[in-house]
């Protein structure tokens, strides 16, 4: 079987909908969101003073930065509220049964 690149980050009941887990692939931080039963992942840090998302909160597909306010899109990874202005890195997820599974 190839290599698909897809490595396993988390079981998907440690991640309830409206829920996030932030998990380290390698040295990167991921941030997995639960949106109404579908799994997203991005980077956990804000890209506008690199404070980590997972300090903050998640609303719906919009995750906070705790820092200064900033909003992103977890599906899109737009920043949709400043002050940060700049998307964020979007993961490829699968699931495998239960398994979450990012391209990093």
């Known amino acids: 079987m ?11 009941s440690e991640i ?13 931080e991921v941030l997995l969101v639960n949106v109404d039963g579908v799994i997203h992942a991005c980077d956990n840090w804000c890209n ?3 404070y980590r ?5 998640v609303d719906g597909e919009e995750v906070r930065c705790d820092l200064h306010g900033s909003k992103f ?12 202005t ?12 239960s398994d979450v599974l990012i391209r990093p």
């Open 48 to 50: 506008h003073q690199r």
């Open 16 to 28: 309830p909908p409206g829920e996030m887990k932030a998990v380290k692939v390698g040295i990167q």
């Open 86 to 97: 700049e998307p964020m890195k979007i993961f490829e997820v699968r699931l495998d049964g």
């Open 73 to 84: 899109n977890v599906v899109t990874g737009e920043a949709t509220n400043p002050p940060a």
């Open 53 to 57: 998302l997972s300090a903050g909160d």
């Open 2 to 12: 190839a290599d698909t690149g897809f490595v396993r980050v988390a079981d998907i």
